[in-house]
């Protein structure tokens, strides 16, 4: 079993011998507060670089000799060179990258009609992965008494990556837990982040009707060695105890919630972004999730400092199967300013403009935009309410 910080990094590694793989169990990548790391992280001056030439936190060490293994092992569908990548002229500032191999080598999606929709033991789960595409399980240290106890979350390759260090994290997948956001998957992605020391590395969600394409409960991980405007966009208060945010000057504009660290403040948000997306999710409505280290919100910032951690919730049309002719399909990072493109052509011709068309035809129409927006309001105004009862309760006595 591997242990927490200072173990070695082979630990991750697997045997030499096929045959020893499955027979090596899943180590265990232990972790605790103090590898939270909260402070300090920022974009490097020089030109923005891979997490493998980066001073790396002991996760970062783990999660890329493994990654890196497997590449080599040849367990992915294809191997992911470095990525043609251009900046798209523009004040969006669109990170745009030419990953054809993706685009023709994933897997099909599966048959999605409902948000809501059950997981479907036959269909293809996480449960039939082969052995070896699991790097390790995140484990929590045990916390203490009354802080909710994080479920362990195995971190696995996604054999089409996007981008490198690209994973999925996904909760005891034994359970069969269908594509739906839970506060333990939450917490666990945040902290993701947090464990991380490079700037670049992101955590995001689709919902089914969200170009999610296994109904199977997981997050995406991966690095972008690149800024991406949502880090540091302007935002406008939709509260009065400012726990709730429109992100602004986007490519999209999706509700903003903020934390500054480690620390009770996670459990709240995540409570809070899981009351948001449990609510579109019972109305049928799709959603993206974004979670990158990044500014406080309010003025926008071009700070260098990532100060806390941003979380990006995008409600949006459904759309169910691929849009094979597009550029490019809109998703979790594509809403956030990364847009993975399939052709050469389409890489070389793509402007902004044209970008933001693709992504805006997939926002919910203005009136049923406005009808959430009210409803993620008056949802946090009920938890402040709820807060401010317990603290009187807390004081009194009663």
């Excluded at 939709?238 to 996670?266: E, K, N, S, W």
């Excluded at 402040?384 to 009187?392: D, N, W």
Aim: neutral net charge.
């Amino acid at each position: 079993m591997a242990d927490s910080a200072g173990s070695s990094e082979t630990s991750y590694l697997l045997p030499p011998n096929r045959e020893d793989w499955e027979e090596q169990g899943i180590p265990d990548f232990v972790y605790g507060q103090k590898e939270l790391t909260r402070e300090g992280i920022q974009w490097p001056r020089t030109a923005p670089s891979l997490p493998d030439t980066r001073p790396l936190s002991h996760f970062d060490s783990a999660l890329c000799s493994a990654w890196r293994q497997r590449m080599e092992l040849g367990l992915f569908r294809y191997r992911l060179g470095e990525l043609q990548t251009r900046t798209l002229p523009g004040p969006m500032g669109f990170v745009a990258q030419l990953n054809v191999e993706r685009g023709v080598q994933r897997r099909r999606p599966q048959n999605i009609r409902s948000v809501r929709q059950a997981f479907d033991p036959e269909e293809f789960n996480f449960n039939k992965i082969r052995p070896g595409e699991v790097l390790f399980r995140l484990r929590r240290e045990p916390d203490p008494p009354g802080v909710l106890q994080q479920e362990d979350i195995l971190v696995m390759i996604n054999v089409s990556p996007l981008e490198w260090g690209h994973v999925l994290l996904v909760p005891e997948p034994a359970r069969g837990l269908p594509q739906r956001l839970l506060p333990g998957a939450l917490r666990a992605g945040l902290e993701a982040v947090l464990l991380s020391s490079h700037p670049g590395f992101r955590v995001g969600f689709n919902s089914l009707g969200g170009l999610a394409s296994v109904n199977h409960l997981h997050l995406h991980g991966y690095y972008l060695p690149h800024r991406l405007p949502v880090e540091g966009a302007p935002s406008e208060p939709l509260d009065p105890g400012g726990r709730l945010h429109l992100l602004q000057a986007v490519p999209a504009p999706g509700f903003l919630f903020y934390t500054g660290g480690p620390g009770p403040d996670i459990e709240a948000l995540v409570s809070r972004v899981c009351r948001a997306t449990d609510y579109l999710t019972a109305r049928e409505i799709a959603h993206n999730l974004f979670v990158t280290r990044g500014a406080p919100p309010g003025q926008t910032s071009f700070s260098s400092t990532l100060t806390g951690v941003r979380v990006i919730l995008w409600p949006r049309k459904s759309s169910f199967g691929v849009k094979e002719r597009e550029a490019f399909n809109v998703a979790l990072c594509e809403l956030a300013g990364h847009l993975p493109v399939k052709t050469p052509q389409d890489f070389s011709s793509l402007t902004e403009a044209a970008a933001l068309a693709l992504i805006r035809d997939c926002l919910l129409p203005p009136a049923q935009a406005e009808e959430v927006r009210a409803a993620l309001v008056a949802l946090t105004a009920q938890e402040e309410q709820s807060l401010g009862h317990f603290h009187h309760c807390s004081l009194t006595g009663s």
